[in-house]
């Protein structure tokens, strides 16, 4: 890891200067540890804090390459014999992955950002003594997964946990949504989607659903384990509004959850545990809490997608989910990811009665401006 004090923060909480770079206040408490110094706040810190890797004696790169295998389905078993490992070794940096993809999925996939067609879908994983489910929502036109639930039962609560995250990572323009037949959307969807109408009265404004936000449904039924038709419906918005909004995302032609479903399919490939066909279990719904986020955080950010390359002069070029919605503008390793450190917010004055002192109010000046 490369010693850089203008592109590193102050990671403690108490400290004004926290999260922001650039500013001259890091210095380099020893190169040879590879420890930083805040002049603000006189506390050292380590060039991995906040990262997979901090206080990992492994070296970053055997790390990297133990997760990018994780990552991509092989198993834990091979693993432990190919490195001489212990398992709980290996489990251990599979949820510290795990972790750490969640807290860079939060913070640089949630933030409000038009997402045209989002189709959602559940899938059943195999645990210990009983079942679990696992539901996705995603974006048609960049393939970005945005954002999965785990939950022992595939009910309500599931579904409403789900579209409280989109609609989290969601701005206030058209949007469709697409799912199977399961009942639990349409009515999950209209209590997410909704906004406060202010009268200008007083008391509790009364919630209103978005505009130009239409739920179309995509209904398979089996027979004998097979598709015998497709029915599509539209429960919320006009027909209109569906067809332009599809045609935006995906071009031409029905409305379908073809895209979820691949993305599913990925899923079931790369964690054990979700294979319709096989004898691996979760031992605990954390394990599929972690693999979920570090699956969908190295589908976003470090798979090339052949469906989003850009044709240029002689050539084709490829791009992530990420760089396909401007969140990067490059093809993430996984050692980049496990490395990425996530800033704190800036600090904010704690409030205290009476009048600031002069240290305090220079600190406000400096920090808060």
Known sequence: MVVDPASTFCPYPDCPARGQTGQGNIGIHSRKDQRFIC??????????????FYRLRTPAET???????LAH??????IVVAFGFDERTVANGFARAGTHAQAVQAHRVEPPRELGQVPADEIRGKQQGTLSWMTLAMTVR???????????????GLIRRLLRRVRRGAARGPMLFGTDGFRAYPRAIREACRAPLHPGKTGRPCLRPWKNSPIAPVVKPYAHRHVVSVVRRILAGT????????RLSQG???INTASIERRNATFRERLAALTRKGRALARCPSTLHHGMYLIGTVYNFCTYQDSLSLAVVGAHAPRTPAMAAAITDHR????ELLSFRIPLPRWTLPKRRGRR??????LVERWCS
């Open 73 to 78: 389905g092989c198993p834990l078993q091979a």
């Open 239 to 246: 027909a209109t509004q569906v067809e332009k909004l599809s």
């Open 357 to 362: 002192s002069r240290k305090l109010q220079l």
């Open 39 to 52: 002049r603000q706040c006189q506390q050292t810190f380590a060039a991995t804090k906040g990262t997979a």
């Open 63 to 69: 790390v990297s390459l133990v997760v990018t295998l």
């Open 332 to 335: 993430w390793t996984v050692h």
């Open 142 to 156: 960049t393939r970005l997964g945005l954002a999965g639930e785990v939950s022992a039962q595939r009910n309500l």
């Open 252 to 254: 031409d032609g029905v």
